[in-house]
């Protein structure tokens, strides 16, 4: 590992990190894209989701004052053959610490590739373009250019907080959060869903556990579309409260395929909107893969969403 300038170490994060790893998070995103956009539910999932260990795959990087300038970890919650990466350092004052995080995270990625049993090894790294010593970084140590992502956002300005009226045949509800059958089957068409998609597949088990975490779930903005009594499509939301109150964020928005080009994710997409700003919110966000099979970004775009910034993907193969 590149050495860390001195009286600068790494550690192991806890949980009780986590609000400070928020705040390093935040000035990254101010620092990039010029405002805050990561949230205090983004960070307990990046601190507990499935296959990662805290004691094994994290760092942070502490500068000589014992400030948390740095921090970095890996996502894989199947075990599957992908490592999405990701490494923060505080914009000027943590630029020391970028190079050892990474390398760091690559020699615990090779690690992983073994432990999950692959032969072949994906990772995958994002950055705003404007980030370019990261890039540059990234760059040299094998990643190239894959695809582009992107922040949506709608302004909820003048939208009525009565939904309009689905397609005829279409049935709008919220999800049946206390019902285990309703939940497998809201998880189970996400999955269905994404199937020609980049979105990696998580067990029920899994995805339930991340849902159980969530101190504060938003059940009443998770929404179902039946048609003829089946559930053909869902939308997820998700809130922090500690982050930008005025903000509904959909988190995932999924419809099977003998069903698109119907309507559903529009009715879906207006539900939530009207959900939102019956909350006194003022903005819908969201991300999209820019290169998703079903043109999501199409539908997104056609309901008055507007990108506010692009995040370049990076992947390299071991």
């Not at 939102?276 to 539908?299: E, F, H, I, Q």
């Amino acid at each position: 590992m590149t050495e860390l300038p001195d009286g600068w170490s790494v550690r192991r994060p806890t949980l009780d990190d986590a609000p400070a790893l928020l705040a390093l998070v935040h000035a990254s995103d101010i620092a990039a894209v010029g405002y805050p956009d990561y949230t205090a539910e983004e960070v307990r999932e990046a601190l507990t989701e499935p296959n990662t260990d805290l004691n094994r795959d994290v760092w942070v990087a502490l500068d000589a004052d014992g400030r948390i300038v740095g921090w970095a970890y890996p996502g894989n919650a199947t075990g599957e053959n992908r490592d999405f990466i990701e490494v923060y350092v505080w914009p000027g004052d943590g630029v020391p610490a970028m190079r050892p995080l990474l390398e760091l995270m690559l020699a615990r990625v090779a690690e992983r590739k073994a432990e999950f049993g692959h032969e072949k090894y994906e990772v995958r790294a994002g950055a705003v373009p404007s980030e370019t010593t990261y890039i540059d970084l990234l760059t040299e140590h094998g990643f190239a250019f894959l695809k582009q992502n992107a922040r949506m956002q709608l302004s909820l300005e003048g939208v009525s907080p009565v939904a309009p009226e689905p397609p005829a045949g279409v049935t709008l509800r919220t999800v049946r959060a206390d019902d285990e059958a309703d939940m497998r089957t809201f998880h189970a068409v996400v999955e269905r869903a994404f199937l020609d998609s980049d979105h990696r597949s998580s067990s029920y088990e899994s995805w339930r556990k991340q849902v159980d975490d969530d101190p504060a779930p938003v059940f009443d903005e998770w929404f179902v579309a039946e048609v003829d009594g089946v559930v053909a499509g869902v939308l997820e939301s998700s809130y922090d409260s500690d982050g930008d109150a005025g903000e509904g964020w959909v988190k995932r928005l999924a419809v099977l395929g003998p069903y698109r080009k119907k309507g559903l994710g529009e009715a879906l997409l207006r539900r939530a909107f009207a959900a939102y700003a019956a909350k006194g919110r003022d903005k819908a966000g969201l991300g999209v893969d820019m290169d998703n099979p079903t043109r999501a970004a199409r539908l997104y775009f056609a309901v008055g969403m507007k990108p506010l910034y692009e995040a370049n993907i990076y992947q390299k193969w071991t």
